[in-house]
């Protein structure tokens, strides 16, 4: 069965660091990008990026692009997403999900689904 | 950029009616296009996936068909649990720098 589990809620302060992770199980780990979607509260849903974790090529949409790093230890199976310094904006549901390629360019369907970590950013 | 437009924003309907969603792309992209349903508090769920395919284990009266620009999403047969927003999503095959849009989505619950 194919499970992505992902780290525990998590209350920062603004300007602190987080890393947060999605552990894939019951599939080939390496042979499907792991994408991260942002969904403020209240709000849809907005992609931020998804990385290869077969040899970390990662793609960023330009709305993330410098804001959060995303990378992946496929030694354990797991994806991260992280930033440097949190802002109060940045409080949020952050999902992972596997995403399937379709050749070439073609990033189509997101069918696994982590549970979701909500990351909260208060002084 | 491609843009989603989804409407209506939210509906309300009776257990057993046909529920239509509509999703339109600002260009075309040909049946680059997913359904996803999200329940209240829960994580979003893959339902329709290439404009008008169903995803292994989701319910047949959950259906989807377009092409181009102009994508429909139905329930053919209103449930209580079908409560969720859904969220249509393109996707392409070209070299773009953003590779998905989701719309805004459709808030579904029961009159």
């Known amino acids: 069965e194919v499970q992505l589990v992902q780290s525990g809620a998590e209350v920062k302060k603004p300007g602190e660091s987080l890393k947060i992770s999605c552990k894939g199980s019951g599939y080939s780990f390496t042979s499907y990008w792991i994408g991260w979607v942002r969904q403020m509260p209240g709000k849809g849903l907005e992609w931020m990026g998804i990385?290869?974790?077969?040899?970390?090529?990662?793609r960023y949409s330009p709305s993330f692009q410098g804001q959060v790093t995303i990378s992946a230890d496929k030694s354990i199976s797991t994806a991260y997403l992280q930033w440097s310094s949190l802002k109060a904006s940045d409080t949020a549901m952050y999902y992972c999900a596997r995403v399937v390629y379709c050749g070439g360019d073609c990033y189509s369907r997101w069918d696994y689904w982590g549970q979701g970590t909500l990351v909260t950013v208060s002084s | 950029d491609i843009q989603m437009t989804q409407s209506p924003s939210s509906l309300s309907a009776s257990v057993g009616d046909r529920v239509t969603i509509t999703c339109q792309a600002s260009?075309?992209?040909?049946?680059?296009l997913n359904w996803y349903q999200q329940k209240p508090g829960k994580a979003p769920k893959l339902l329709i996936y290439?404009?008008?395919n169903l995803e292994t284990g989701v319910p047949s009266r959950f259906s989807g068909s377009g092409s181009g620009t102009d994508f429909t999403f139905t329930i053919s047969s209103l449930q209580p649990e079908d409560i969720a927003t859904y969220y249509c999503?393109?996707?392409?095959?070209?070299?773009?720098?953003?590779?998905?849009?989701f719309g805004p989505g459709t808030k579904v619950d029961i009159k």
């Open positions: 290439d404009a008008s």
């Open positions: 260009q075309d992209i040909s049946n680059y």
């Open positions: 990385i290869y974790p077969g040899d970390s090529d990662t």
């Open positions: 999503q393109q996707y392409d095959n070209l070299p773009r720098v953003e590779l998905f849009t």
